[in-house]
């Protein structure tokens, strides 16, 4: 099983510009993300398997039909899995540490990331998350965004890794439960989320390190606290939460070391309180043939064959079908390329949803962010830190109110590159020199040129670029030219 999760994890390079793979707190473009986040303990333990369930299979030759059935119901319910070990290693805690947080209580992001930063892949060093982990059983979480002089919004998403609503406008909002029927006071608008799992992502947009006391100034104004408790007035609170050993868990890991009956009980309990959406109605009526789907119980009795090994090849198999499947949402921006619509709401489009959810969790959709990347330069030929180069901006990124961008580097390694200005990436905040006719260049090498203002430091060795965009003006982006990476020649 080391072995399939090391295949897997592979497929995140792919998406790594849209979601990032590991923890929540100050991410990349992944954003806060499925490698090192958190799940749900009722689900855990319902997922335990009798140990003579899986010997006890029947020895008989696989059908084919069976495994396909499998198949599809794990690309289903693997984000719903996912999202779920992702809750329960962030919400493992008694209070509010670093990285972690209770139940419906923020998890404020502190700090940008930086060369030391091994955490998680492709980091973002454009905002600071302040995330939540929201129960929705038994009331509406009202939170209270404040007023901010920048990009600060809050990405709400269910328990299959769909944006519900995005939050732009200051204000109180009511994260409820569709289902719910209660009334909201005046002023507090209804955010309807379809099941009692989610999670919020709030991305504050800063200048550097000395601009963090004025993001930390905009998460104290934040507030989060049950309806019963706005509509009282009452001080509020929070509760402590509960710490387990056994949940310290990567949770990616956790989900691709799952035996077939754990994996399958563990999406039955949570498709209960998550529950399918209407458009999947269809696929679950074909589910139901192998026990999965909310309300049924999976058992070893479906299974044929050599068990074990069969599940092993399905998801060893499944790592080329997600990526192949993906690749028909790939855009290309001139030489640069990025995963579009429908990323972040996805429907219907299973495959691409489990792709995204292992590449990591929390992707926008792209009217929030896009992100383009390049490892190559205007000829095909891989960036390496051997040459030096020219990133050439014919026009700045063309984005919306309150709208930013950035280019960031990264190493082979999907790192951030150590340099001696520890500068990691170059943005509309930079204070860049722009040419007579409004273009920009910037300069990306390893050595540094004489006025460094214009400076993207890389180091030796293979590189690549993301440029990421929030707030595109989709219109415009159609008919933009994005950058070209040239090779400076003597």
Avoid at 354 to 379: E, F, H, I, M, R
Avoid at 430 to 459: C, F, H, Q, Y
Wanted: hydrophobic share 40%.
């Amino acid at each position: 099983m080391k072995k399939l999760t090391i295949l897997l994890l592979c497929m995140a390079v792919l998406l790594s510009g849209c979601a990032g793979t590991a923890a929540p707190a100050d991410q990349p473009d992944a954003e806060p993300a499925a490698t090192e986040s958190a799940g749900a303990p009722e689900a855990e333990a319902a997922a335990e398997p009798d140990a003579a369930e899986l010997a006890d299979a029947p020895e008989t030759e696989p059908e084919t039909d069976v495994w396909d059935t499998l198949e599809a119901a794990y690309v289903y319910a693997f984000p719903l899995v996912l999202m779920d070990a992702t809750k329960t290693v962030a919400t493992n805690t008694e209070e509010p540490v670093t990285g972690k947080a209770p139940v419906n209580q923020f998890i404020h992001g502190v700090a940008l990331a930086n060369a030391q930063f091994k955490n998680v892949v492709t980091p973002n060093v454009d905002t600071i998350y302040s995330q939540v982990w929201y129960d929705l059983s038994e009331e509406p979480i009202v939170y209270v965004l404040p007023e901010t002089d920048r990009f600060c919004k809050v990405q709400v998403l269910d328990a299959w890794t769909n944006t519900a609503a995005v939050l732009d406008k200051a204000g109180a909002y009511a994260i409820t439960l569709s289902t719910w029927d209660g009334e909201l006071p005046e002023g507090v608008t209804r955010v309807d989320v379809p099941t009692s799992m989610a999670w919020s992502i709030t991305r504050t947009v800063l200048s550097g390190e000395e601009d963090l006391p004025n993001v930390y100034a905009i998460q104290a104004q934040m507030q989060l606290l049950p309806l019963s408790y706005y509509l009282s007035g009452e001080s509020y609170q929070p509760p402590k939460g509960s710490y387990q050993e056994e949940n310290n868990y990567v949770p990616v890991n956790k989900v691709l070391s799952m035996d077939p009956v754990a994996f399958f009980r563990t999406a039955n309990a949570l498709m209960e309180k998550n529950q399918p959406a209407e458009a999947d109605a269809a696929l679950l009526e074909q589910l139901a043939a192998v026990n999965v789907g909310p309300g049924m119980t999976f058992d070893a009795s479906v299974l044929t064959g050599d068990v074990q090994e069969t599940w092993t090849q399905m998801l060893q198999n499944l790592r080329q079908k997600l990526a192949g499947s993906a690749m028909q949402f790939s855009n290309k921006l001139g030489q640069w390329s990025y995963f579009g619509a429908p990323i972040g709401d996805f429907g219907t489009e299973y495959a691409y949803r489990a792709l995204v959810a292992l590449a990591g969790l929390g992707a926008n959709t792209v009217d929030v962010a896009l992100y383009p990347k390049t490892a190559v330069d205007a000829d095909g030929e891989p960036l390496t830190g051997e040459k030096s180069y020219i990133l050439h901006f014919e026009s700045l990124p063309p984005v919306l109110d309150a709208g930013f961008w950035s280019v960031t580097a990264y190493g082979e390694d999907d790192f951030l590159i150590d340099n001696p200005l520890d500068r990691y990436c170059v943005n509309d905040r930079s204070g860049l020199k722009m040419n007579d006719d409004g273009s920009v260049d910037v300069i990306v090498s390893r050595t540094a040129p004489e006025d460094t203002t214009n400076w993207l430091p890389v180091a030796d060795g293979g590189f690549h670029l993301y440029l990421r965009i929030y707030t595109p003006d989709m219109d415009a982006i159609e008919s933009w030219t994005a950058p070209v990476v040239s090779v400076v020649t003597d």
